[in-house]
C-alpha cells in the first residue's frame, strides 16, 4: 500500500500550514497576498523535478490525466494508433481513445513488460506515439523500445505510475522517453489521494502542459490571473494546494519507504526460493533497481493456480492485482472498451493469449513497507505449504 502506510503527522502539519501561513488558499493560482505567497503546487513541481531528474514537471490531478495530457502535447488525435501493452490499468487505454485515437495492443514477456519484439511488428504508418508501462514496478526494457522507437522517428510515453522510484539504467522511470506520467492515488509510493505529474524533457511539451492542464492558461507572470492569456484550449486537471502539502511531506519520505521494501521483498523471495528452488519461475526483473513493491512468480500451469488461490486466500495471503484485479489489468477483459474496435472486437480473449496465459499462472504478493519479518516469514510459509504439495 506504500505511502499510504506511513502517512501521519508530517502530513497533518503540511495541511495546517495551508491555513495558518497561507490563509487557506487551496487553488495553486493567484491570491499572492493571502497565501503569503506560498504557492505549493509549484513548490511540488521543483522538488519532483529535482527529486527524480527531470527538466521539466507538471503536477496534475490524476495519472489518468497525466498520460491524456502527454498524448495530447504529442499531438495525438484521430486516425493515429498508439501502441501499449496487454497488461497495464484501463486508464492507459482509455487515455488512448480519449485523444480519439486507436490503440494498439501487444503482448507481454516474462517481465510482465512490453514485449520489444511484438512492438516492432505492431509498428505502422500510423503509429503516433508508443507508451510502455512500467508494470508493478519492474522497469521496462526501455534501451530496445527506445532504439525501436528512435528508428521509426516516435515518441515514447513512459507510464511510470506504478513504477515511482525504480530507476533503470541508473535513471528514474518516467524521466528516460519523451514524457513519462506519474500516478499519486491512494494506492501509489507517493500518494495525495489522487494526483499525477508529467515529466517531460522538452520545453515545448512541458510549456503545452503547463497550459493544457490549466484551461489554456499561459500563466504570464506579468499579468493578472484575469487578464492573462491562453496557449491553447485546454481542461481542468489541476491539483490543489492540500494534495501539494501532503505529497510535499510523502516525497520526504520515499527514500525509506524504498529502502523497506526492498529489505522486505530480498526476504520473502529468499524464504521461497529456498524451499520451492526451480519448481517456479520468478518474474523476469529488467534491473535490480526496480520498485520492490510486488514479487511475483509463476506456477506451471492454469490449473495449479486455480487451485493455490484459493488456499492462500483462506490462510490470509494477500495478492496483487493478479487475480484479485486482472479484469482491470489485463486487456482481455475489457469488452466494453473493444466492442467497436477495428481489430479486438470480439476477439478480446485470443488476441493477447500469451499474456493471459502468463497472467493466469501467476502469483502476485504485495509487499509492505511496514511488514514486518514475522509476517513476512509467515507468508512465506503459507506460500511454501501452499504450493509445495501441488507441483
Not at 512492438?119 to 503516433?128: D, F, G, H, M, R
Not at 499579468?223 to 510523502?250: C, H, K, W, Y
Not at 535490480?288 to 488461490?309: A, G, S
Amino acid at each position: 500500500m506504500a505511502g499510504n502506510e506511513l502517512i501521519g503527522q508530517e502530513e497533518l502539519d503540511s495541511v495546517l500550514e495551508v491555513f495558518s501561513k497561507s490563509g487557506g488558499v487551496l487553488f495553486a493560482h493567484g491570491f499572492e497576498a493571502r497565501r503569503n505567497h506560498i504557492f505549493r503546487v509549484r513548490d511540488l513541481e521543483k522538488a519532483a523535478s529535482k527529486r527524480f531528474g527531470s527538466p521539466y514537471c507538471t503536477a496534475v490531478n490524476s495519472g489518468t490525466s497525466a498520460i491524456y495530457i502527454a498524448l495530447k502535447a504529442l499531438g495525438v488525435g484521430p486516425g493515429d494508433e498508439v501502441i501499449t501493452q496487454a497488461y497495464t490499468f484501463v486508464a492507459t487505454v482509455e487515455a488512448i481513445y480519449e485523444c480519439g485515437a486507436v490503440p494498439i495492443v501487444v503482448d507481454v514477456d516474462k517481465s510482465l513488460n512490453m514485449d520489444p519484439e511484438k512492438l516492432e511488428n505492431a509498428i505502422s504508418s500510423k503509429t503516433k506515439c508508443i507508451i510502455p508501462v512500467h508494470m508493478q514496478g519492474n522497469p521496462a526494457k526501455l534501451d530496445k523500445i527506445l532504439a525501436i522507437a528512435r528508428k521509426n522517428s516516435i515518441p515514447v510515453i513512459e507510464d511510470s505510475c506504478q513504477a515511482i522510484g525504480a530507476k533503470y539504467k541508473g535513471r528514474h522511470c518516467g524521466t528516460i522517453g519523451d514524457l513519462g506520467c506519474f500516478s499519486l492515488d491512494f494506492g501509489k509510493m507517493i500518494t495525495g489521494g489522487e494526483g499525477g505529474f508529467v515529466f517531460s524533457s522538452h520545453p515545448d511539451h512541458h510549456k503545452f502542459a503547463a497550459a493544457y492542464h490549466d484551461h489554456g492558461h499561459l500563466n504570464d507572470p506579468t499579468l493578472p490571473r484575469g487578464r492573462d492569456r491562453a496557449l491553447v484550449s485546454g481542461f481542468n486537471f489541476r491539483m490543489t494546494e492540500i494534495q501539494a502539502a501532503i505529497l510535499l511531506a510523502q516525497l520526504k519520505k520515499l527514500d525509506f519507504m524504498l529502502a523497506r521494501l526492498k529489505e522486505n521483498k530480498k526476504r520473502l523471495k529468499n524464504r521461497i526460493a529456498e524451499s520451492l528452488g526451480s519448481k517456479i519461475e520468478f518474474r523476469e526483473i529488467n534491473d535490480p533497481d526496480e520498485l520492490h513493491d510486488t514479487l511475483m512468480f509463476f506456477l506451471p500451469n492454469k490449473e495449479i493456480t486455480d487451485q493455490v488461490i484459493p488456499k492462500l486466500a483462506a490462510k490470509k495471503v494477500g495478492l496483487k492485482n493478479v487475480p484479485d484485479a486482472m479484469e482491470w489489468h489485463c486487456s482481455s477483459f475489457w469488452t466494453h472498451i473493444w466492442k467497436d474496435h477495428p481489430r479486438y472486437a470480439g476477439k478480446e480473449m485470443e488476441a493477447w493469449r500469451p499474456t493471459l496465459d502468463l497472467l493466469q499462472r501467476c502469483i502476485s504478493l504485495p509487499l509492505l513497507i511496514l511488514h514486518k519479518e514475522s509476517e513476512l516469514d509467515r507468508i512465506a510459509d503459507e506460500v511454501i505449504a501452499t504450493i509445495r504439495p501441488v507441483l
